[in-house]
C-alpha cells in the first residue's frame, strides 16, 4: 500500500516562505509525475504546480516566480517551496503523485492527506 505524506504546511505573515513536502511510502512505487494543488474554502481545487519526468515544470499563474516544483527521485519524494507568499495563497495543499509500480509496471495515482497554509496579511 502506497501513502504520500506530506508535511512543511503552517502559518507565515505575507512575505514569508514555506517548503512542503511529500514522500511516498512503497519501495516499488515509482513516482513519474508530481504536482501541487490547493483548495481554499469555498472554491474549487486548482493545479498549482506539477513536473514529469522527463520534462519540465509548469506552474499557475497566479505563483510563477515565487513557487518552484522539484523532486528527489531517489527519496521517491517531491517538494514544494513557496517564496513571497500572499494571504490569497492561504489553502490547504495537497500533493498528487502518478507513477508505476517498479515490480510489474501497474500504474497508479495517490493523492496527500493536505496540509494548511495559513498567510496573514
Known amino acids: 500500500q502506497v501513502q504520500l505524506v506530506e508535511s512543511g504546511g503552517g502559518m507565515v505573515q505575507a512575505g514569508g516562505s514555506l517548503r512542503l513536502s511529500c514522500a511516498a511510502s512503497?519501495?516499488?512505487?515509482?513516482?513519474?509525475?508530481m504536482s501541487w494543488y490547493r483548495q481554499a474554502p469555498g472554491k474549487q481545487r486548482e493545479l498549482v504546480a506539477t513536473t514529469a519526468d522527463p520534462g519540465g515544470a509548469k506552474y499557475a499563474d497566479s505563483v510563477k516566480g515565487r513557487f518552484t516544483i522539484s523532486r528527489d527521485n531517489a527519496k521517491n519524494a517531491g517538494y514544494l517551496q513557496m517564496n513571497s507568499l500572499k494571504p490569497e495563497d492561504t489553502a490547504v495543499y495537497y500533493c498528487?503523485?502518478?507513477?508505476?509500480?517498479?515490480?510489474?509496471?501497474?500504474?497508479?495515482?495517490?493523492w496527500g492527506q493536505g496540509t494548511q497554509v495559513t498567510v496573514s496579511s
Open positions: 498528487n503523485a502518478a507513477g508505476h509500480s517498479a515490480y510489474d509496471g501497474q500504474e497508479a495515482d495517490y
Open positions: 512503497g519501495s516499488m512505487f515509482r513516482i513519474d509525475d
